[in-house]
């Protein structure tokens, strides 16, 4: 069924104060929306009221394959509900790297905050995340570039914490990561000047993410999942183990719902989600097609995913058809997205990286907002057990792997498996801040954007200065 005609994109989005993400709203100008080709059909807007044993709000990277792995593992075809278009969030915004990774924390992070044991699990989780990840993507055409992750040191005095976690991953986790000098960096993989040394992770690989989403979405349908979009959840009622979701067509009723908005999560959508992540917006350029003289002047030996020491860190490659991409933070708000300083940040980004390329030509600019939750730490989880309500987010920018991944225990969770995962991330909500008499308020978004523009100059005064 046909897509109806979409309401012009809006740069200034802001799901942290918006009541909702619209309706049939048009993509973002990412390059991966324009370089995937037409988007494949999808099942057109709910039209009148349905019944169902399965509905999944948002149709990205996770909404998509926890319809997959519901029909392929448990039988079940589920019915995804978008407000949008397919993937029209961060799953078609974010920088196509996916790594061995889950959350913002390091595995020494996790053994602080849990344990040598539970980390260890965590970090089995991840490794056979990425390994369900390259399953999933076999008969998808997403340009996929492999070869691991290679984590460069912005500066020299990180590089004694990289060899100290490098040697952690090797020596507790089993997980082959080395040290690379900055010589070796800069003249056998790429020739990035500020890198001081690096650490080169097993795993990683890039991908496109536009045609990734798309190839979800075939697969899905073709597994018997319906994929509706322009039809957003305006109002949620539950009554009598039932769910009743309210789209501006139609009312959805089903026994199970899996929630899978992400950075583009409402306030309004249901209470269980008021306050529970942070949105931060994420930059993104991609250059002209560099030349064969362009990409031996830097160096580029390598297709892999690169990213920097940063706090707030630059992540980088060289894509399939010679196009440099680059992105880190952005503005604080959706007002201020729109504004041509945040691509100006990248861009001189590129230039400290990669001189040579000085005053290239940028084809495309874009951004997206990522959910981060308050303890950078993803859930995956049945908040209630006496309500049938799944939910899966709070990626903090690792999700192009790990979404996959947590559409795979989301589906056993609603499949009535979750109860044996046993990790943090599977057993407990998302947290709210910690001003506890503040968060139920609408009034409370703008203290927590002035404490996320604290954090950003505290952070860029750690990466540049101190």
């Not at 690379?180 to 040394?197: K, P, Y």
């Not at 892999?304 to 503005?331: F, K, M």
């Amino acid at each position: 069924m046909a897509t109806p005609a979409q309401r012009t994109y809006d740069p200034a989005y802001d799901p942290l104060v918006a009541k909702n993400p619209g309706m049939g709203t048009d993509y973002a100008p990412t390059y991966w929306l324009g370089t995937a080709g037409e988007p494949p059909a999808d099942d057109g807007p709910i039209t009148h009221d349905i019944e169902v044993d399965v509905a999944i709000i948002g149709s990205g990277f996770t909404g998509l394959t926890t319809a997959i792995y519901l029909a392929q593992e448990h039988g079940i075809k589920a019915t995804v509900l978008e407000a949008n278009r397919t993937a029209w969030g961060c799953s078609t915004r974010n920088g196509g790297q996916a790594q061995c990774a889950s959350g913002r924390l390091k595995r020494s992070q996790w053994i602080q905050r849990w344990g040598v044991d539970v980390a260890l699990k965590m970090h089995r989780e991840c490794v056979e995340g990425m390994e369900n990840f390259k399953e999933l993507i076999k008969d998808i055409a997403c340009e996929p570039q492999p070869g691991g992750h290679l984590y460069i040191a912005h500066r020299k005095s990180v590089m004694p914490a990289l060899e100290k976690e490098a040697e952690l991953l090797r020596n507790t986790f089993g997980y082959n990561a080395r040290i690379l000098d900055a010589g070796t960096v800069r003249n056998e993989w790429v020739n990035d000047h500020e890198a001081q040394g690096a650490m080169h992770e097993p795993e990683g690989i890039g991908i496109h993410a536009g045609k990734l989403a798309f190839g979800y979405l075939k697969k899905a349908r073709a597994l018997g999942a319906t994929v509706h979009p322009s039809s957003p959840v305006q109002g949620w009622e539950t009554r009598n183990g039932y769910h009743y979701l309210r789209t501006p067509s139609g009312v959805v009723k089903a026994k199970s719902v899996g929630v899978a908005t992400g950075g583009y999560t409402s306030n309004g959508l249901h209470k269980e989600f008021r306050n529970r992540l942070l949105p931060i917006l994420s930059n993104s350029v991609v250059t002209r097609p560099l030349t064969a003289d362009e990409i031996q002047a830097c160096k580029f030996y390598t297709h892999q995913v690169l990213t920097d020491t940063r706090i707030l860190r630059n992540y980088y490659r060289l894509l399939p058809d010679n196009r440099l991409q680059i992105g880190s933070r952005s503005a604080i708000t959706g007002k201020h997205a729109p504004e041509k300083k945040y691509e100006d940040f990248l861009r001189m980004a590129l230039h400290r990286k990669f001189p040579e390329l000085t005053g290239i030509q940028l084809d495309y600019s874009w951004w997206g907002w990522v959910d981060v939750s308050h303890d950078m730490m993803p859930r995956i989880v049945q908040p209630d057990p006496a309500q049938r309500i799944f939910y899966a987010m709070g990626y903090g920018g690792n999700g192009v792997m790990y979404s996959a991944q947590a559409g795979k225990r989301m589906a056993q969770w609603i499949a009535g498996q979750g109860q044996e995962l046993d990790l943090p991330i599977f057993k407990d909500r998302l947290p709210h801040p910690n001003v506890k008499e503040m968060v139920e308020s609408e009034a409370f978004a703008p203290f927590r954007r002035f404490g996320q523009r604290f954090l950003y100059r505290w952070y860029h005064l750690k990466d540049e200065v101190l």
